[in-house]
């Protein structure tokens, strides 16, 4: 895992919190990560193989520190499968029954991305974010499918999201920062 080099060359170069998903394993490599410039861990994988790396990572760094992470995808309506591996792998576990079972974890914040919307710039998957809302109490943030300004609306009127994540529209410069700020404050 070379991940840590690529994060110690990244943190020299920004300014910001450094949020690492992806890699993280063990507590070694959280150790390595943290040690490197990452003042968070997203860890989605292996939670599925060793629950407790959860709960040690936590007590080490503190639940502001360690964020879950769940790639979900759409098998029917109201209903999505946890994916690991880059979404790449099936679980065969239900989203909602595993943000239930991690809710008692304390994790600083879920990092919630749907498969199904990510890289599409069609909109966030609605539904998914306004199902898990009822189940857990801190942070989410949401991932997949953001394109337009429009969509944090939608989002917003039917979930209680409290941060999205955007790169396609913003690495082939759809959209540009300071409009989605101006866009936010009004």
Same mark, same amino acid.
């Given at each position: 895992? +070379?991940? #840590?080099?690529?994060? #110690?060359?990244?943190?020299?170069?920004?300014?910001?919190?450094?949020?690492?998903?992806?890699?993280?394993?063990?507590?070694?490599?959280?150790?390595?990560?943290?040690?490197?410039?990452?003042?968070?861990?997203?860890?989605? +994988?292996?939670?599925?193989?060793?629950?407790?790396?959860?709960?040690?990572? =936590?007590?080490?760094?503190?639940?502001? +520190?360690?964020? $879950?992470? =769940?790639?979900?995808?759409? !098998?029917?309506?109201? +209903?999505?499968?946890?994916?690991?591996?880059?979404?790449?792998?099936?679980?065969? &576990?239900?989203?909602?029954?595993?943000?239930?079972?991690?809710?008692?974890?304390?994790?600083?914040?879920?990092? $919630?991305?749907?498969?199904?919307?990510?890289?599409?710039?069609?909109?966030?998957?609605?539904?998914?974010?306004?199902?898990?809302?009822?189940?857990?109490?801190?942070?989410?943030?949401?991932?997949?499918?953001?394109? *337009?300004?429009?969509?944090?609306? #939608?989002?917003?009127?039917?979930?209680? =999201?409290?941060?999205?994540?955007?790169?396609?529209?913003?690495?082939?410069?759809? !959209?540009? !920062? *300071? #409009? &989605?700020?101006?866009?936010?404050?009004?």
């Amino acid at each position: 895992n +070379s991940l #840590e080099k690529i994060v #110690e060359e990244t943190a020299k170069d920004i300014f910001v919190p450094l949020t690492v998903s992806g890699g993280v394993r063990s507590e070694e490599d959280a150790k390595l990560l943290m040690k490197n410039g990452a003042d968070k861990l997203a860890i989605n +994988s292996a939670l599925f193989n060793d629950k407790q790396l959860a709960k040690l990572l =936590i007590q080490k760094y503190g639940s502001q +520190s360690i964020m $879950l992470s =769940i790639q979900a995808k759409k !098998i029917a309506k109201n +209903s999505w499968e946890a994916y690991i591996n880059f979404g790449r792998d099936r679980t065969n &576990i239900d989203v909602i029954e595993w943000v239930k079972e991690m809710a008692s974890f304390n994790f600083g914040e879920l990092l $919630l991305t749907s498969i199904d919307a990510d890289g599409t710039s069609n909109g966030f998957d609605v539904e998914l974010y306004e199902n898990v809302c009822k189940y857990i109490n801190f942070p989410i943030i949401a991932g997949g499918g953001f394109g *337009k300004l429009n969509h944090i609306i #939608e989002l917003k009127k039917y979930a209680q =999201i409290d941060a999205i994540t955007i790169s396609k529209a913003l690495l082939y410069e759809k !959209i540009r !920062i *300071k #409009e &989605i700020k101006k866009f936010t404050k009004e």
